[in-house]
């Protein structure tokens, strides 16, 4: 059976510490010899390699590399060892590339070739969710003053008119819609070519789960959705998205795709939605990787450990 354990960006073993965040956490454990960090530089981690393996998580001594660090946050402790973020300037990837014990290089690709151990990959997405808010917050939204970072890094505070800003996440409802022993899926034209995958859309304000799943089927295919259950939930990082995966049926079967929105999208059976996991779909259709939440969903159907 599938398991959303294998997800990536699931993972994350730290300990988050987030009911003693305070000030003075970073000054306390920024002296320990143990302690690791990740470091971020723009919106691209730097890895350290060793061999063929390789870790997101730094020694603190590999950041005088880089002498201008914008903000940095403590993300907790992993097996007693304490653990930072920190966003470095996006030049600082030079300072990196030059030594082979380095690899500058985008998440997705770490996730997908799966550079790092799998906890490492949620450390990761939450260090790069944290660092995004960070970087995009540096002014208070309410008066306009400059803002500055508490509560170890997972607040900023407005000196001038004492608002206190938390670090946002997006809820996004994807969805395998089904019905009779068919599921719908569809692309969009920035997608992989031939690559088909579940539909999905953020959750707006004052709206439930279930109903942003039958609001996006309907306004991206057409297709009204009753019953909808809930099955995983992913960090998406990309930039702080929490995707919520959904199973929903589908009370009819015509489509009407919103081109803006799809280039395509129909139903599958469960027979050809097999051959395209398994790579040997005869049009050369496929879904997505293994990483991704909407896999998981797709193979939960295939599978019947979803229902329906
Ligand atoms: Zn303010």
């Known amino acids: 059976m599938s398991s959303s354990e294998t997800l990536g960006f699931v993972g994350n073993t730290l300990l988050r510490d987030s009911a003693e965040r305070d000030r003075n956490l970073i000054e306390r454990h920024r002296a320990d010899p143990e302690a690791r960090t990740v470091a971020i530089a723009g919106d691209i981690p730097i890895l ?12 603190l001594a590999d950041l005088e590399r880089a002498p201008v660090r914008h903000e940095q946050a403590f993300l907790g402790t992993l097996q007693g060892r304490p653990v930072f973020a920190v966003l470095l300037e996006a030049a600082s990837i030079d300072a990196f590339k030059q030594d ?5 290089i985008d998440l997705r690709s770490i996730a997908v070739q799966g550079l790092v151990p799998g906890d490492e990959l949620g450390i990761l997405a939450e260090a790069k969710a944290l660092l995004f808010w960070h970087s995009r917050h540096r002014f208070c939204p309410n008066c306009g003053a400059p803002t500055a970072l508490s509560c170890a890094g997972f607040r900023r505070d407005c000196a001038s008119c004492k608002t206190q800003h938390f670090p946002r996440t997006d809820p996004v409802a994807i969805m395998l819609v089904h019905r009779d022993g068919r599921c719908l899926l569809g692309r969009q034209e920035r997608f992989v070519p031939n690559m088909y995958s579940c539909l999905a859309g953020f959750i707006e304000p004052g709206e439930t789960i279930e109903d942003a799943v ?17 099955l995983a939930s992913q960090p998406w990082p990309f930039p702080s998205s ?10 009819s079967d015509e489509i009407t795709l919103d081109r803006d929105e799809l280039e395509d999208g129909r139903w599958f059976s469960r027979q050809e ?3 395209m996991i398994e790579r040997r779909h005869p049009d050369g259709l496929s879904t997505p990787p293994p990483m991704a939440i909407a896999d998981f969903l797709i193979r939960s159907w295939v599978e019947g450990a979803a229902g329906g």
């Open 48 to 59: 350290r390699v060793n061999g063929v393996r390789a870790t997101a998580l730094l020694p």
């Open 100 to 104: 082979a014990a380095f690899q500058p």
């Open 214 to 230: 039958r609001r996006e089927t309907f306004e991206e295919a057409g297709v009204r959705v009753g019953g909808v259950r809930y």
């Open 242 to 251: 929490l995707m919520i995966g959904c199973l929903g049926e589908a009370l």
């Open 273 to 275: 939605v097999l051959s």
